[in-house]
């Protein structure tokens, strides 16, 4: 099963406004990576948070990690149209190098 | 750089055939290339993992004798999946890790198979 869990599934917002995702996990990790998916296409990497990181920055978007919680969220702010596409978060785990990949999150921002 | 890329994009084949997928890294040599595979409105799964020279690791419930892997460089690794049947219908993708590298993985195009 997979191990992350992202809510919501799916988030419908207007141009302009910020979108928030939120992704659980389950075990020990190394750090956790949020990907971009276009419809049909392969994956973009956003950004990686190790796991003694609490928050990380990169243009629009901003991850915080939080292990206690066995949490993360991924905000991207000022969201354009482009930005529609599925969100997923993935954790490496302590135990290996494998990645699992959340259930992701379908964005949608109409113009 | 890091650029992975997938051959065929697309490929429809009848049911019993074996179909061959191909992950290269193009800028970079990748000591470790993943394969997943996502259906429809699901997230990806990792099926297996490939070494350069060694024999690939399969997560549980992947059949290794149908999902045949071959990573015989640090540039590409094969994924053919033998006697396709229509339920194998799904997007394939790899993702590669430069050699020395520590978290990130690069991810290819993805392959859409169907069987018919």
């Known amino acids: 099963s997979q191990q992350g869990e992202e809510d919501p599934q799916a988030l419908s917002i207007q141009e302009g406004e910020n979108a928030t995702m939120n992704c659980s996990y389950k075990t020990s990790i190394n750090n956790l990576q949020w990907y971009r998916q276009n419809s049909g296409r392969g994956l973009v990497h956003l950004i990686l948070?190790?796991?003694?990181?609490r928050e990380k920055h990169s243009g629009r978007l901003r991850v915080t990690l939080d292990t206690s919680k066995k949490s993360s969220s991924l905000l991207i702010t000022a969201s354009r149209a482009a930005d529609t596409a599925s969100y997923f978060c993935?954790?490496?785990?302590?135990?290996?190098?494998?990645?699992?990949f959340g259930e992701g999150t379908q964005l949608t921002v109409n113009p | 750089g890091a650029v992975v890329s997938q051959h065929p994009s697309r490929v429809i084949c009848k049911s019993g055939t074996s179909v061959k997928i191909e992950c290269r890294s193009l800028d970079f040599q990748a000591t470790t290339m993943f394969w997943y595979r996502q259906f429809p409105k699901q997230s990806l799964m990792l099926m297996a993992t490939?070494?350069?020279?060694?024999?690939?690791?399969?997560e549980q419930g992947v059949e290794k004798d149908k999902f045949l892997i071959n990573h015989a460089s640090l540039t590409l690794s094969t994924l053919t999946v033998t006697s396709a049947h229509p339920e194998d219908s799904s997007f394939y993708i790899c993702?590669?890790?430069?050699?020395?590298?520590?978290?990130?993985?690069?991810f290819g195009p993805g392959t859409r198979l169907t069987v018919t």
């Open positions: 993702s590669a890790r430069i050699a020395g590298g520590i978290y990130e993985q690069y």
């Open positions: 993935a954790t490496e785990e302590t135990s290996g190098s494998r990645l699992t």
């Open positions: 490939s070494n350069e020279g060694s024999k690939a690791t399969y």
């Open positions: 948070i190790r796991s003694n990181e």
